[in-house]
């Protein structure tokens, strides 16, 4: 896209071209710094001092001296820095997905016009409005075995199941909690992408006779695609530092201690910065990898500032 | 092609699903009996409105209000500067809009509770701590990625033309940026809106490490923290499920009151199933 | 290229009709939403004043039976109009509150005067230098002060910290089930085994989740197997010397495998216990003596008169041993009332009605002469009989290390993830490193 050219070409346009493309240019970086400024602020000079805390060996809260890389590799060499992982990428990996089906399905539904479409998207929305706190111990209470709020209200479940005690359905139990509360989240991002679409199109591909999945599958899905893939994104890389509900829920047994849990157990339980800010810069690399693999097939869509 | 039953069944599922947890959050929040608290069964126990005032003895609201002011600024501030930001990106010429938004994302994909004792060192030295500002600073920065990410997006999306047409009759970028482009994208910015409030409310870690304590400033996941039973060991669960419930009746009203601007881009019945 | 509205309008048309009610709408909106809220913020921006003239003592407790320490703090308050104490509730989970009490003393920060610390801190806080050495005030408490919560407060042969609360370990058992309370805990198991069957409820319910109650309950196993972690001064490891560690992580093995346990046994903490015992669903139960008062109550208890409580068993039969637990209010290093503070703190161990207002409301108080005012009561009674013989964790600093990696290791090891040997092996090592 090329706005001096397209303004050259167009009848309008009062300015030379010169005046517009500077103009531009310095209105764009204008419309940016805020924003830099403000993450710059923020989030440059404690992710810098951490990553410089990870250089350093600890013996708990003193400083020992400076250790090149060995906290680092103390890291990578622990079972547990694997096992947390696996955890967290399986939780991930599951949520996340059943997080895009069901937030797809909410979407969809929200889009239509139907008598009572307002408290519909409302109560759609319920989940995700509780805090995460409370939620968090709302499903340690039904799920765990005392009170047994679930066990009591399934009808296949055993009245005494421990769910919280079991390897294998400690991470279910997780990741249904975690679906009910965040596919809401999808199903907004998704909506604010279905919005673009032109009813024109669908019209014209209704009166060439396409059924509706079709319709679905040929005009919704590839204009949401960029839509989709931003979601992906942000839900991904919130999940893979999921904290608050495997603490709460299962404290980490039976296979559920993800990497920010790590983090946090050397940061506030067994105190030791230097241990904590390697396994942060870890889990921040791994976290970025990911992202970076979606950013690229993001910036594709989205900076060329056109629709397929 | 409409099955008007499978739509209702459909429907009654989804608001099942969404809403059961919701029942057992207010059926628990009357019990005011230490057995029934703690027992599965719906129905059991004497109920009573003991754990609401409890709740609101402890100043919960002030907490509502702390939270209300944190959030709402929070959202107003971000969005003024995300939706600069991604029109930029969007549609202004820009040097390196890759390397700008992949360095947004990374900054604020660190470890939150990494950052939490660095940050709480300059806080304390900038006097930051046990302040509005103390946490509106924080949030505004960490959600400005996904601001500017879906905005950029809807404004990639809308036609060009319609700019230049602005353009065409005497406006300038700023002008065509606010009364045509901002009008259009009100999706966007109300689901961008919604998220960032949410996000704002619900935060737990940087509140309670900034302002843990002090009723001025204190917000409500914090407070519902320090919710105790009326004896040691004791779970709150009946005062924490009456926060919960006195805390989601006003986000209620706002998401229905939103959710009309989320999908009013659309008209009746164009996306048709 | 025209945006088909409802009523197909030209682009114009519809530009014009939404801008204008759109920023209608959202200027109304943004104003309703942003006037309250400023109006709020103006009006929060007002600070609390203080009275000038008098010292403040700001008291940091958590937020668990803070009803209790503001009566100790009302009784102070009401003799010392000049320098009133004024709670600062920390939150509930104990460590988040030992994170807000260490990023305060990390910073040196005055806030607090007065901190009620657990007594598994005492080690760690006074190596950081965060405490106010208070070797000048023992006198006032030496026989005075329970021995067992005294030496909780000691750390390197100092006192850092003035005894306030205590708590020890019981065993309740349901005296219609059972008719005298086992004295080792291979019988209360066959017993424990026998009555629950003919009932169909569990044997025993206890602190069996992943977290500090379950590092106690397995020290208590250790403890009654004759165990030691460290020696008196603890500059060796006696851990597993003898096998005693094994021979406790074996047991809780054995007790999951075989039933002994109840159900969820794993995921306990002394709440769900509680309950469990509350509602009739076990025969045995270990906790702290808080449940007492609860499940007296009738209405809301199904054993009301149905229980009794006894000292924990140990293994060979004889004798008892149980762990200690409680607060110790201790001084900010960097106070700046340390004098006003320390007589605060020694006032809420040693004055006869703060002491016993805290005994009753259930919470064993330190002072040893309200155990002779409340002997009558059954609670105490046994109380008396349990707290000379109540162990402390060691005062170590890095108590919390060594509490994780207790977790880490027997935790897995009695659910069957890991082999009980290399787990205990496991754990002497790590003690091995902390000297």
Redesign the interface.
Known sequence: ?D?AK??RD?????EGEHRW?L???A???L??A???L??A???????L??GSLSLYLYD??EREGFTGIANYTHALSDERFWQAILATFTFTGSSVTLELLIGL??A??????FRGQ?????????????????AA???Y??F??????I???LPLVPR?F?W??Q?GWTMSALIVADV?KTA??MA??L??????????L?ESA?VDGA??WRRFLHITLPILR??IL?AL??RT?DAL?V??LPKVMT????GTET??ML???Y?????N?GI??A??VL??AT??GV??IF?SFL?RN??????A | MAKPILKFAGLFAIVAWCLFPFVWLIDTSLKINDLALNSPNLFEGPIGPNNYLSVIQQGFTYNLRNSFVVAGTTTALCIGMGSLGAYAVARLRLRGKAFLLSGVLALSLFPPVALVPPLYEVWRHADLLNTYQGMIVPYVAFTLPLTIFILTNFFAALPVELEEQARVDGASHLQAFYRIIVPLAAPGVASAAILVFVYAWNEFLLASTFAPRDLDVQTVPVAIASFTGSVQYQRPIGTITAACVIVTLPMILLVLLFQRWIVAGLTAGSVKG | MSEKGSDGMSLEELLGRRVDRRTVLRGAALASLSAPALALWLEACQSQSSTPGNTQLTWAVPAVAKEIRQKTADLWNAQHSDSQVRLSVLPEQADQQRQQIALELNAKSSTFDVIAIDVIWTGEFAKNGWLENLDDVRSKLDGVSLPGALESAQWKGHLWAIPYVTNAGFLYYRKDLVASPPKSWDELMSVGLQAAKGQGIAPFVGQGAKYEGFVVNYLEYMWAAGGNLFNKDTSKVLFNANGEALKATQFMRQSLTAGFYAAGFNTMHEEEARITFQSGKAVFMRNWPYAVSLMNKTGDSKVVGKFDIAPLPTFSGQGSVSALGGLNNSISAYSKNKAKAKAFATFAATDPAAQRAIGEASEPPTLASVYKDLAADPVFKVLGQVLPDARPRPPVPKWNDISAAIQDQIFPAYNGEKDPAAAVEAVRKFLESTL
């Open positions: 896209m706005f397209r303004a167009s009848d309008g346009g009062r493309t103009s531009e240019a209105l764009a970086r419309f940016v805020p924003s830099v403000m993450l602020l923020v989030a440059l000079f404690p992710v001092y951490a708990g809260r399905g909410f969809l539904l929200m889009a239509q016009a307002g408290p519909t998207r409302a109560v759609i929305l319920v989940p995700w409005v509780i805090p995460t706190v409370v111990q709302m499903w209470f039904m765990n075995i005392q009170p047994g709020f066990n009591h209200s005494d421990n919280l005690g390897k009910w809401p989240f907004l991002l909506l604010a992408g279905l919005q673009v679409i032109p009813p024109e669908y209704r059924s509706a960029p839509t931003v994104l942000f890389v530092r904290y608050d404290n980490g047994t039976f990497l920010s983090v946090e157990r940061v506030v339980q067994t105190v910065p904590a800010s396994l942060a889990t921040f976290v970025l992202s970076i950013v910036s989205l900076l060329l500032g056109s629709r």
